[in-house]
């Protein structure tokens, strides 16, 4: 024999979980992302390119600034050539496959960045990419 309940089940839908979610993702995302403003308040103005790569992310990268004097800067920091040289070397030592990223300003002169690009050379650091503005 079938009991029948006259009173019918009402599934509700609650959101309150989908918006516990949502929010979880929004500070995930918020955390895990880097704001590089030290490397856009330098004053190195970057040549355009139409084609080329964003870079994915290495964990650990040397940015190097060349400003239109030849002067350098990795980290904010000015350094002189001895002092570039002596970096390069300690971070090749650490990790042969360290990227390193050249950020020409666009009026520099082609020697100062072949400078830097001998400096990486010497240190054994051969992964080396252009920075670039779109």
Known sequence: MRVRDDEEEVFEFSMAPMIDVVFLLLIFFMVS??????????????????????????????????????????????????????????????DRSTQVTIRGDRLASHASIVAVMDACGVAGLSNLALGTRD
């Open 33 to 94: 992302t880097t704001y590089s403003t030290e490397e856009r308040d330098l004053g190195v103005e970057l040549p355009t390119a139409q084609s080329g790569e964003t870079s994915g992310g290495v964990p650990q990268e040397l940015v190097i600034n060349v400003f239109k004097d030849g002067r350098c800067s990795l980290a904010g920091r000015a350094l002189g050539s001895g002092e570039l040289e002596r970096l390069l070397a300690e971070a090749a030592s650490n």
